[in-house]
Nanobody, 115 residues
Framework: QVKLVESGGGLVQPGGSLKLSCATS????????MRWYRQAPGKERELVAT????????YYVDSVRGRFTISRDNAKNTVYLQMNTLRPEDTAVYYC????????WGQGTQVTVSS
């Protein structure tokens, strides 16, 4: 079955960096666009970044463009989110999602940006 396992979150000071990973299984990763979402306390889940299956075309929400980078390794069935210059408002649980299997979610990984 489809499985998504996020990792790499943690506590970081403002201005710091983290790299999230999402290991996947149960579907043909190389043929699926991938997305990162986040959900802050009391807020709706928000799309953060996407990467296409072919040509790795990327999209970013305005609030993270220039600071976050989404990438993928088809050999490892893994999608990444490099997050730089983190801000307190980036604090959230981060989830990955497969465009081909949008109803499946992992457990998420907590990112807390605080001094």
């Amino acid at each position: 079955q489809v499985k998504l396992v996020e990792s790499g979150g943690g506590l970081v000071q403002p201005g710091g960096s983290l790299k999230l990973s999402c290991a996947t299984s149960g579907f043909t990763f190389s043929r699926s666009g991938m997305r990162w979402y986040r959900q802050a306390p009391g807020k709706e889940r928000e799309l953060v970044a996407t990467i296409s299956a072919t040509h790795s075309i990327t999209y970013y929400v305005d609030s993270v463009r220039g600071r976050f980078t989404i990438s993928r390794d088809n050999a490892k069935n893994t999608v990444y989110l490099q997050m730089n210059t983190l801000r307190p408002e980036d604090t959230a649980v981060y989830y990955c999602n497969a465009a081909s299997w949008p109803d499946y979610w992992g457990q998420g990984t907590q990112v807390t940006v605080s001094s």
